[in-house]
């Protein structure tokens, strides 16, 4: 989804837009856009904070037709431990002073370098599939997100409907949510 909406944004407002794969151990970005691994997080890992620049991230970032931008997440799962929250907090906000759209693919869980990424978010997509496990662990990450007090109208629900005809009831959903889904992408076998 992520990488879809990055190449939507960029074909729809005919502008670069840029994906940061911050699911470390094991994003996918650069392989949804069949893009090769040359360079990804782990080389910004051999530099110092202060010397994360516009020249170092353009030499980092990898080119799609589309006019996406990628930064993959590493190769090999061990590099993704050398990535740290200072370097990717800097990445960002240099990111934020050259594209318009900026689209982080986050992980499942909040590690730092995630809520690094949520911080410095405009937006925050949840998305979540119409199954029990899905709403529930939604619901526990509302509970972070008012801790953190994010501001609620930031925030938008996403169902993706995973199933043909199967599913929990949206008005379900939302009251298990206590908030409305926003967006749902229908089920499309094709």
Known sequence: IATNLAVS???????????????????????????????TWADLTKVEVNEIDQDVLRTTL???????????????AEESELVEAPKVKRTIELLQKSYDYIILD?????SEIA???LDQADEIL??????LASVRASAMAFDVFEN?????NNIKV??????????????????GLDREINIIIPYASE
């Open 106 to 110: 986050l992980p499942h869980h909040f």
């Open 148 to 152: 953190l007090e994010y501001p609620q």
């Open 158 to 175: 996403i169902m993706n409907w995973i199933f043909e005809k199967q599913g929990l009831a949206k008005t379900d959903i939302e009251a």
């Open 62 to 76: 990898r080119e799609h037709p589309s006019g996406v931008n990628v930064l993959s997440a590493p190769r090999r």
């Open 126 to 131: 949840l998305v979540l599939a119409p199954e």
């Open 115 to 117: 809520l690094v990424g």
């Open 9 to 39: 944004l960029s074909q729809l407002w005919g502008t670069e837009s840029v994906l940061v794969d911050l699911a470390l151990t094991a994003g996918q970005s650069a392989l949804m856009l069949n893009l090769p691994l040359r360079n």
